[in-house]
């Protein structure tokens, strides 16, 4: 059974630019969540998708966006980007929210210089 | 509001030695669930343990051990007879029901184990 898939797994942007990530869960997994792991703030949650709604959000600016497809896949997106935005971005998936236990991927790792 | 706290943040053991990692949570709510993740240098968090706030027996899988305990709000865990593979930042989480899928991590605790 294939894990949770991430793509890019690098990628390097500079301030101002945009960027897309993208998550493709577990087959059978209907939720998927995002977080930003940085060395200051540690693992902080950005959104959690569950059948294409996003069902709650972090306490990120609105440059930090996403979205969840129909083949529950994701993509979150980030505007305007700016050097505190550096950080590694992990994409979790499971069955359904809250009392399921979440799989991650090797999440995307975005550098913006 | 929702809180763990992790206060080991390093620990170096000696290869064959017991290592035990401390988590205390903070929760109003009466339903939850705790977490364990283990982080390698790959970046991925490895799913350990999932324990819900009614079940407080502890577990034992292979090396790894975990004891919850409601009345001091803590779910340690413990490796036996460490091994070098067991190096990595281990990452104890919180999730409630009124908080959907959102887990609330610790600092995580970083774990050396010296050959």
């Known amino acids: 059974k294939a894990g949770v898939t991430q793509t890019p797994r690098y990628l390097i942007k500079t301030r101002g630019q945009q960027v897309t990530l993208s998550c493709s869960p577990i087959s059978g997994h209907r939720s998927v969540s995002w977080y930003q792991q940085t060395p200051g703030q540690g693992l902080q949650f950005l959104f959690e998708y569950f059948s294409e709604t996003q069902r709650n959000k972090g306490n990120f600016p609105g440059r930090f966006s996403g979205r969840q497809f129909s083949n529950s896949r994701s993509e979150m997106n980030v505007s305007t980007l700016e050097l505190g935005d550096s950080a590694l971005y992990l994409c979790a998936s499971s069955l359904r929210p809250y009392r399921f236990e979440a799989f991650f991927g090797q999440g995307t790792r975005l550098t913006v210089v | 509001a929702q809180k763990v706290t992790q206060a080991q943040t390093e620990i170096s053991v000696v290869e064959k030695e017991d290592v035990t990692l401390d988590c205390v949570y903070e929760?109003?709510?009466?339903?939850?669930?705790l977490f364990w993740y283990k982080q390698p240098p790959s970046g991925e968090l490895v799913f350990l343990i999932r324990r819900n706030s009614f079940d407080e027996q502890n577990e034992i899988s292979g090396r790894y051990s975990w004891n919850f305990q409601k009345s001091t709000s803590s779910f340690n865990f413990t490796i036996t007879a460490s091994q070098v593979v067991d190096s990595a930042v281990y990452f104890c989480a919180l999730s409630d029901e009124n908080t959907g899928n959102q887990f609330y991590f610790g600092t995580g605790t970083s774990l050396t184990v010296i050959p």
């Open positions: 929760t109003r709510d009466t339903t939850y669930y």
